[in-house]
């Protein structure tokens, strides 16, 4: 059984960066889509980030030139590098990989909070 467990997840100043990482008990990073979504309190899970393992890279409009995501560690650790963060940006960051035949798999998820 494929698992996603994800750190990286604190308090910060608006402006501040924080790096998420996301590490899976396979090498389902390089088999299907992969990214990470957020959901804020009272708000539904929406997408953040993902890349397919081809490489190819898409962002929500709001964190675009602000975060990057990249995978490494073996092809078995998902990254988020989030600068410039905004109090808007305060959520709960879940990993989430589509694995062929599978379907979704989701991590515990980490906490960012980012205060004005």
């Known amino acids: 059984q494929v698992q996603l467990v994800e750190s990286g997840g604190d308090l910060v100043q608006a402006g501040g960066s924080l790096r998420l990482s996301c590490v899976a008990s396979s090498r389902v990073f390089v088999i299907g889509d992969v990214g990470w979504y957020r959901q804020a309190p009272g708000k539904q899970r929406d997408m953040v980030a993902r890349?397919?393992?081809?490489?190819?890279?898409n962002y929500t409009d709001s964190v675009k030139g602000r975060f990057t995501i990249s995978r490494g560690g073996a092809e078995t650790t998902l990254y988020l590098q989030m600068n410039s963060l905004k109090p808007e940006d305060t959520a709960v960051y879940y990993c989430?990989?589509?694995?062929?035949?599978?379907?979704?798999?989701w991590g515990q998820g980490t906490q960012v909070t980012v205060s004005s």
């Open positions: 890349i397919t393992p081809q490489g190819s890279t």
């Open positions: 989430n990989a589509k694995i062929p035949l599978i379907g979704d798999i």
